[in-house]
């Protein structure tokens, strides 16, 4: 039992920033307090003592705001963030590492008896307030966004976003060029690549990922131009790219708003 309960205090560190020490994971995170609740009614649930079992789940929502019936099944390091609002259903069935964001419901949509819950499988995230509704299957490393309405099943590694839930990324197919090779041009050039991510459904950084992509194949050609030419007898490219700061692209009265602002809530930020 410790030894899960270090390995939940561990899987906090790794994903929430805002984790200082182990004693604050103990003592201000419901969503572990309600995880580690089901376990015992979990367990009495299967040893056949429902009531008792439905009452310290009942007791649990009550403390922590989570509800998670009895019945449902949750993997390792299984982590809710806030909690507030969170309901999982009585045959859910949740994979190892999967996080889930406050407002998030893993309901049924029938009233037969049987599967009628979703199945999170690894490496699942659900942002806050998603529905996933209905057996169906979020595969493995897949992300459900904010606020979406899920009712059929996500493919592995897929982002998805809105009502009902659509599509709008897939990593396991082919992409011109690599996430890599866009990580390395970029850093090439000087900013952080983090807006070209390809599980960011955000158009503007689609765009920019496109254009990453050209000056990419840009690149590349010209590279193959001149080694062409160099093994001609010729002598071009003998120079390194420009470097971009990115302080040349900031607009310092925008941060100087911005700067204002976060002040204005907060001093210490």
């Known amino acids: 039992m410790f030894s899960?309960?270090?390995?939940d205090i561990?899987?906090?560190f790794h994903r929430d920033p805002a984790a200082r020490n182990t004693f604050e994971i103990l003592t201000n995170y419901p969503g572990l307090h309600a995880i580690w609740i089901h376990r015992l009614s979990h367990k009495l649930w299967k040893a056949n003592w429902k009531w008792l079992a439905r009452s310290i789940s009942t007791f649990s929502r009550w403390l922590t705001g989570v509800e998670i019936h009895p019945g449902a099944t949750l993997g390792r390091r299984f982590f809710i963030d806030h909690?507030?609002?969170v309901v999982i259903g009585e045959t859910a069935e949740i994979g190892n590492d999967v996080t889930l964001y406050h407002g998030v419901t893993l309901g049924g949509t029938r009233w037969n008896s049987?599967?009628?819950h979703p199945t999170l499988e690894d490496n699942v995230v659900v942002g806050a307030g998603a529905k996933v509704l209905g057996p169906i299957t979020i595969h493995k490393g897949a992300?459900?966004?904010?606020n979406s309405v899920v009712v059929r099943d996500v493919p592995e590694n897929a982002t998805v976003i809105g009502i009902p839930g659509r599509i709008v990324v897939q990593q396991n197919q082919p992409e011109a060029p690599s996430n890599g090779e866009r990580e390395k041009i970029a850093q090439r050039y000087g900013f952080d690549a983090y807006a070209v991510a390809t599980d960011n459904p955000d158009p503007i950084a689609h765009a920019i990922g496109?254009?990453?992509d050209h000056v990419h194949l840009v690149d590349t050609?010209?590279?193959e131009m001149c080694k062409a030419i160099n093994k001609m007898g010729g002598n071009v490219c003998g120079k390194s790219l420009p470097t971009l700061d990115l302080e040349d692209f900031v607009d310092n009265e925008l941060v100087s708003d911005i700067k204002k602002a976060c002040d204005a809530f907060d001093p210490q930020i």
Do not use: L
């Open 210 to 212: 496109v254009m990453v």
């Open 10 to 12: 561990k899987s906090v």
């Open 221 to 223: 050609k010209v590279e």
């Open 83 to 85: 909690g507030m609002g």
């Open 114 to 116: 049987g599967k009628r």
């Open 4 to 7: 899960r309960i270090k390995e």
């Open 143 to 146: 992300k459900v966004g904010s």
